[in-house]
């Protein structure tokens, strides 16, 4: 087991290295310059130099990267150039709401989408089956920004139920989470029913139901756990998508969190600020990737094994 998680942790080295690259050379292809920003309207060719060379800017681009991945082995992940203070700071003052809702919503995500595909796929009513899988394509089709100026509308702006802005308390947490979670429930809803379906027509499981075990046995201790490999893999990289879909939600419902954060820098040019954002949440995917291996490893030994 050790083997197979050190051979599983080393591959998020090019990983990370390769997102690095990445990120770095997209933030610096898009129009606009930071300095400029900073300096407001007309400013002096002088003061632009001087600013320029202050934030290492004039340096060539493979220096200029050179220099953030050595900050960034030594955890030094630049100054945000809107506020001057460290990137580390400012990513740790947002990073606990953005995952309190990410967080959130995962477990309102797995809740609803293996209950509804786990009672679609073992649903003797075919019109049960069709009308659970028509709501799971809704989930998915509806745009995450529209569902949550919907669920604003209705249970906040008619019902007054829940705060329009979310804040930090739970009721302030309740909509933004929803509104995360269903399109990545519908997506989960319609894998687990694929996998449970096919699972079902196993020899083992009609074995199972010769023995005269009851039929909620079978489903939840023999069908679902080995159906759980192909879900496993799309929550997965459902809770890395949730963490990217923040930026959305966030900017919705007026959340303090690393999704706001990112759109200020990106509209201010912050360099630094978007580096480390989007290095951050690379980090956090791959880490939750690598507890979905091991989490492989623990259902099917079979899978260390090969």
Excluded: C
């Amino acid at each position: 087991m050790l083997t197979f998680l050190a051979r599983r942790t080393l591959l998020l080295i090019p990983i990370l290295f390769g997102v690095s690259i990445i990120t770095f050379l997209m933030i610096h292809l898009v129009p606009g310059d930071p300095v400029q920003i900073m300096l407001g309207h007309a400013p002096s060719g002088t003061d632009v130099a001087a600013l320029r060379h202050q934030l290492g800017l004039d340096q060539a681009l493979p220096v200029q990267y050179g220099n953030y991945v050595v900050n960034a082995l030594h955890g030094n992940l630049g100054t945000s150039i809107r506020s001057g203070r460290p990137v580390v700071a400012e990513i740790g003052d947002r990073f606990p709401a953005t995952l309190q809702l990410t967080l959130t919503a995962m477990v309102i995500a797995v809740i609803l989408g293996v209950g509804i595909g786990t009672l679609a796929a073992t649903s003797r009513s075919r019109f049960i089956d069709n009308l659970l899988m028509l709501i799971a394509t809704m989930g998915v089709s509806l745009p995450t920004f529209w569902l949550g100026l919907l669920l604003i509308y209705f249970f906040a702006l008619q019902l007054g139920w829940f705060p329009v802005l979310s804040d930090t308390s739970l009721r302030g947490l309740v909509l933004p989470a929803i509104t995360l979670a269903l399109p990545g429930a519908a997506v989960l809803a319609r894998v687990t029913r694929a996998s449970l379906v096919d699972v079902l027509h196993q020899d083992y499981i009609r074995t199972a139901r010769a023995k005269g075990l009851t039929r909620s046995r079978v489903v939840w201790r023999h069908a679902l756990r080995n159906g759980l490999i192909v879900v496993l893999t799309i929550a997965g990289l459902q809770f890395g998508g949730l963490m990217a879909g923040s930026v959305i939600v966030e900017t919705v419902f007026g959340r303090t969190g690393l999704g706001s954060f990112v759109v200020n820098a990106i509209q201010a040019r912050d360099y630094p600020d978007i580096q480390g954002v989007v290095l951050v949440i690379a980090s956090f995917y791959v880490v939750i990737n690598l507890i979905i291996d091991v989490l492989y490893g623990l259902i099917n030994p079979r899978i260390r094994v090969s």
